[in-house]
């Protein structure tokens, strides 16, 4: 079959096989299409978002619309910013379960934390995605940041060795599987630290799109405007995980940056 008849099929398109001219996008399709030529020749096409065709075009029609697939966000950012308090409002209100343990013991989650086929929505738009919930990134991880807790030494260490290993693990998923990032930060810190900086520049540097997430503003001394200040290429949200305050802008946002 000839599809140089049909007009404006993406060229890029791969063929079935080397013996036929019919093509196929190898990309994630978001629908079928059916081509309608002007000599009578119609022809299917399975096309993933960035080939598919104009809305408003009269000679193509939608056969199949498929289901939206799921886009791997992870959460981000330093120890006890608030990461896991909005993984769990997120799932609780899209899934009615909770993703990880909160606690205000620094490395509490020290493991990647999953939640699948979470189907958030606003204004009508729809996005699913696989939430991941990840250890708080440290460029210095030891056991000093936990001299003010009740821990014994044989535990600190255990929790500092298992944090080293999860912090490997969530840079991996980050080169490997990442669609998007939410990196929360905590408004009552200064954001210009190291592991921002170089963790911020390590998810530019790939292309990977990301919400700032300026959490924790109902605590005093929150300054969010120093977040989008310092990472002004950025989108940047003053939020409060714990109060639920701006979650239906963080939903919003989400769908126009990683739904895309």
């Known amino acids: 079959m000839n599809t140089d008849t049909i007009e404006d099929i993406p060229h890029c398109l791969e063929p079935i096989d080397d013996g036929d001219g019919i093509q196929i996008c190898r990309n994630d399709s978001i629908a079928r299409f059916l081509f309608k030529s002007s000599s009578s ?39 006890n910013s608030g990461k896991s308090t909005l993984a769990n409002q997120i799932c609780k209100e899209w899934t009615g379960e909770v993703l990880s343990e909160e606690n205000s013991v620094p490395y509490e989650t020290r493991n990647l934390k999953k939640k699948e086929n979470v189907k958030i929505e606003n204004a009508g738009e729809p996005l699913t995605l696989n939430l991941v919930d990840m250890p708080g990134i440290s460029t210095n991880v030891d056991g000093s940041s936990l001299h003010n807790f009740e821990i014994d030494e044989e535990y600190k260490r255990e929790r500092v060795c298992e944090a080293t290993i999860g912090i490997s693990k969530a840079m991996k998923w980050l080169q490997y599987d990442a669609d998007g990032v939410i990196y929360v930060l905590d408004s009552t810190k200064e954001p210009l630290q190291d592991v921002n900086v170089m963790l911020l520049s390590v998810i530019q540097s790939r292309g990977i799109p990301v919400i700032l997430i300026a959490n924790k503003i109902d605590k005093e001394g929150a300054e969010p405007q120093r977040i989008s200040k310092a990472f002004s290429q950025n989108t940047t949200i003053p939020a409060s995980a ?8 963080i939903y919003e946002i989400m769908i126009r940056e990683f739904g895309n």
């Open 242 to 249: 714990k109060e639920r305050f701006n979650l239906e802008y």
């Open 41 to 79: 020749l119609d022809m299917s096409i399975p096309l993933c978002g960035q080939h598919a065709p104009d809305k408003e075009r009269e000679d193509v029609e939608i056969e199949e619309q498929y289901d939206t697939r799921e886009f791997n966000i992870g959460i981000y950012g330093p120890p």
